[in-house]
């Protein structure tokens, strides 16, 4: 009974002045809440679904700040 979500987003950076494209990428990173941390399914879903999200978000930010 363990859920499993995968969060697909896309960042996308313009340079200010020219509108041009400096970045693009689509990050679909998954996340799993075991049943032992949440028994409720509704709780485990949305801790699924938080830890995709943050997980998707750390890997934005840790990939921009290599690149910059």
């Not at 313009?14 to 949440?38: I, M, N, Q």
């Not at 938080?50 to 690149?67: D, I, R, Y």
Request: proline share 1%; glycine share 6%.
């Amino acid at each position: 009974f363990d859920m499993t979500v995968k969060t697909t987003a896309e960042y996308t950076l313009k340079k200010k002045g020219s509108g041009k494209v400096a970045y693009h990428d689509t990050l679909t990173l998954p996340c799993t809440t075991r049943f032992a941390e949440a028994f409720n399914g509704e709780i485990r879903l949305r801790m699924a679904t938080a830890c995709s999200v943050g997980e998707n978000t750390t890997h934005f930010l840790k990939t921009l700040s290599k690149k910059y």
